[in-house]
């Protein structure tokens, strides 16, 4: 069975910083892109950060510099380092496994909630 737990979400003051963790089940992770995503309130759910199964990064445009993406094949978890938070980056995130080539698979968390304000 195919499971993500997010888990390190919660409130801090604008400048300051929070890591979040996902914790994978399955055997899909060592083929995965893993990522992490958000949705503000009565936006679309944005990308934050992926990175594939060789270390390879991608990062949205507003969060470069500040957050950090990283994965421990070994323990088949991936976190997400965030930095010199914003309220604009408040927001529920969701850890993310997904695939293109077969075997294609796209698989959600169930979320946690990151909320930057004074």
């Known amino acids: 069975q195919v499971q993500l737990v997010e888990s390190g979400g919660g409130l801090v003051q604008p400048g300051g910083s929070l890591r979040l963790s996902c914790d994978a089940s399955g055997s899909f992770y060592s083929i995965a892109v893993m990522g992490w995503y958000r949705q503000a309130p009565g936006q679309l759910r944005e990308l934050v950060a992926t990175m594939t199964s060789g270390g390879v990064t991608n990062y949205a445009d507003s969060v470069k510099g500040r957050f950090t993406i990283s994965r421990d094949n070994a323990k088949k978890t991936v976190s997400l380092q965030m930095n010199s938070l914003k309220p604009q980056d408040t927001a529920v995130y969701y850890c993310?496994?997904?695939?293109?080539?077969?075997?294609?698979?796209?698989?959600w968390g169930q979320g946690t909630q990151v909320t930057v304000s004074s």
């Open positions: 993310n496994a997904r695939r293109l080539a077969i075997p294609a698979f796209n698989f």
